[in-house]
């Protein structure tokens, strides 16, 4: 039997737990990596990644995963650093193994979770035409909008800011309401590409936008890598592709909502 003492350290044990939980629902509970939640199915998201499998991914101008460049670890999808291999004059691999979604996406949101080690490059690829990469790009690296997954600090492509994480790659840098993790943790990020118009967002902040068709954007791609690639920024169905930059890089979270 318990006595009124013991009732009442009980009592309070039970608060501070409660608060405690209360605390950390306020704070924003992190789910599982690569679930759902009830309100997330209902909202129409779907995982584009399973935590276990790549299910639903394929190299590039493949029929399958390109196991020496991607493996699934502790339900991540990591890139395997390629180490002293052959590289384009951008520190590409000279034979990459771009890993594509199977599906294709026309109006959609994106989100997943990245991090990336000393020194690391990579990015997600997004409006990618299989058949345009594969046609101009003989290394098998993806042709699309790129949001950039970058060591701003210790990569050189951090000393241009459209090259910076989270930027439009070579289009776009991020604005000054970007806040970047630290290597080795998590950032949030998300892409958002309806009708002409996309944004990108990383851990909660919208750090670029953009139209397409406009002045400004044709200006910008006319002065960037795409401008000699006809039908680069043309609107239509695409892949999304995690790109092989050749670095160790991990992903996790990835799922998607179309309209």
């Known amino acids: 039997m318990i006595s009124s003492v013991g009732r009442a350290a009980l009592a309070i044990l039970l608060a501070c737990v409660a608060s405690g939980r209360a605390q950390t629902q306020a704070a924003g509970t992190v789910d599982p990596p690569n679930t759902l939640t009830d309100a997330a199915r209902t909202a129409g998201w779907r995982l584009l990644f399973d935590g276990h499998t790549f299910k639903g991914w394929r190299g590039l101008g493949l029929d399958s995963v390109p196991t020496a460049h991607w493996k699934v670890v502790d339900g991540t999808i990591m890139k395997i650093a390629s180490g002293n291999v052959p590289k384009l004059a951008d520190g590409q691999p000279a034979q990459g193994g771009d890993l594509m979604t199977v599906d294709t996406f026309g109006d959609f949101e994106l989100s997943w979770e990245w991090k990336v080690t000393p020194g690391a490059n990579s990015g997600v690829k997004y409006n990618v035409s299989e058949e345009l990469s594969m046609s101009q790009a003989p290394n098998r690296a ?40 630290p290597v080795g943790q998590w950032n949030e990020a998300r892409v958002v590409f309806r009708g002409n118009h996309g944004e990108h967002w990383l851990n909660g902040t919208r750090i670029v936008e953009f139209d397409l068709g406009t002045p400004r954007l044709d200006s910008l791609l006319a002065q960037s890598k795409f401008r000699s690639i006809a039908g680069f920024a043309t609107r239509r169905k695409g892949h999304i592709v995690l790109q092989d930059h050749g670095d160790e890089v991990y992903f996790r979270n990835i799922k998607v909502k179309e309209p």
């Open 142 to 181: 993806a042709l699309g909008f790129e949001y950039q997954v970058l060591d701003d600090d210790r990569h050189v492509d951090g000393k241009l800011p459209n090259h910076r994480a989270g930027g439009l790659y070579d289009l776009i840098a991020p604005n000054a309401q970007k806040r970047l993790r």
